[in-house]
Nanobody
């Protein structure tokens, strides 16, 4: 079964940067939207950023101007560049791929911790 695998999480000081990556363990065809979600302890999972197959992007207000989502269709990978990180960005970050014909895929999550 094809899985999404995230990498790049870790511990960083406030103001620092991290780059998350998400790649599929096998082939996933006709991916429409690639997105990053996050879930902090005691909170609901929320959308952080999304990118369509055509390159249109959407961001949560809380990360606009600090985070950038991008995708490499040739490598079947989506990235999340996170700059000027804040302690409130601390969460488990999940990638999600929506496809036209085979449903939705989730990664296992990667922990991002921002210390003050």
């Amino acid at each position: 079964q094809v899985q999404l695998v995230e990498s790049g999480g870790g511990l960083v000081q406030a103001g620092g940067s991290l780059r998350l990556s998400c790649a599929a363990s096998g082939s996933i065809f006709k991916v429409s939207i690639m997105a990053w979600y996050r879930q902090a302890p005691g909170k609901q999972r929320e959308l952080v950023a999304a990118i369509t197959s055509g390159g249109s992007t959407n961001y949560a207000d809380s990360v606009k101007g600090r985070f950038t989502i991008s995708r490499d269709n040739a490598k079947s990978t989506v990235y999340l560049q996170m700059n000027s990180l804040k302690p409130e960005d601390t969460a488990v970050y999940y990638c999600n791929w929506d496809t036209y014909y085979s449903g939705s895929y989730w990664g296992q999550g990667t922990q991002v911790t921002v210390s003050s």
